[in-house]
């Protein structure tokens, strides 16, 4: 394993009482994957050079342009499901950017948060001996460096604040709010986690397109949204419940 530049202890309860920091790595996933424990360590990377996304993409992140962490976790089993706890990463990342006076993020399923419909992160869980929760804000690109790296439909803090930020700052609070939400997880506010990720949502009621892992596509309109399925009024009348894990994604379909 690499050696850590810094290391942070954290006055928090659960997430990040101990923070590797490194310069660079090829993957902060990767890195938490070789600690011995869930115990809430994360590692923090100022650049990753194979940084993964969800469905085999990568992660592209220069020096200081992202704030890339990635948590282990140990969490009771009503938690562990990927859907909670991305569903608690993409929270504890709109409350991070709540912190910077951005108030109007929305979530994207399974794993993006958008500001303005364009996406500042993705988030990754990934299981092992342990799981991985790894998340990717943007912060310091450019227009023109999205431009570049051919991602016309991402946006960073630099670009919504008109000042660059310091990717630790964003790192610290992004991990207290981790920690806080994780802290209400574990006292039982499952319920009152999934209603604010249903609000960031916002698809149920709406006519949506569901695209299932294969090439199955379902379209209806959308009763319910929950962590653990999803339930839909096809255009034929008939009622369709699914699982989150059979659904690659759901978007709003414009009604003719
Ligand atoms: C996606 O939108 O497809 C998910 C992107 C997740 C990126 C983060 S950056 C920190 C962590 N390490 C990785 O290799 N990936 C995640």
């Known amino acids: 394993m690499n050696h850590p530049d810094d290391i942070w202890e954290l006055p928090t309860k659960h997430i990040g009482r101990r923070v590797q920091v490194y310069k660079s790595l090829p993957s902060t996933n990767d ?15 100022q650049e990753q050079t194979a940084g993964r996304g969800q469905f085999g993409r990568s992660w592209r992140s220069p020096s200081g342009h992202g704030v ?15 859907a909670v706890l991305t569903g608690w990463s993409a929270i504890s990342v709109c409350e991070t950017l709540q912190t910077f006076g951005i108030e109007h993020a929305t979530i994207k399923w399974p794993n993006d948060v958008l500001v303005c419909n364009k996406k500042i992160c993705g988030v990754l869980i990934e299981r092992c001996r342990h799981t991985i929760a790894g998340i990717g804000i943007n912060a ?3 227009t023109d460096d999205f431009a570049a790296a051919g991602l016309p439909d991402a946006i960073s803090l630099r670009m919504l ?43 149920v009621g709406q006519h949506v397109r569901v695209e299932l892992h294969g090439d199955t596509v379902i379209v209806g ?24 894990e059979e659904v690659r994604q759901i978007s709003l379909q414009p009604t003719l």
């Open 140 to 142: 310091n690109q450019t």
């Open 221 to 244: 309109s959308l009763l319910q949204l929950t962590f653990n399925s999803l339930v839909l009024t096809e255009s034929s009348g008939s009622r369709r419940a699914l699982r989150p």
């Open 68 to 82: 890339l962490i990635s948590t282990v976790l140990v969490a009771p089993t009503e938690v562990q499901q990927s």
């Open 31 to 45: 890195t938490a994957a070789e600690l011995p424990s869930g115990d809430g360590t994360v590692i923090l990377a």
């Open 161 to 203: 604040l008109g000042h660059t930020v310091c990717t630790n700052d964003v790192a610290r609070r992004l991990i207290e709010c981790l920690d806080r939400e994780f802290d209400a997880l574990l006292a039982g506010e499952l319920a009152a986690l999934q209603l604010r990720w249903q609000q960031r949502l916002g698809v």
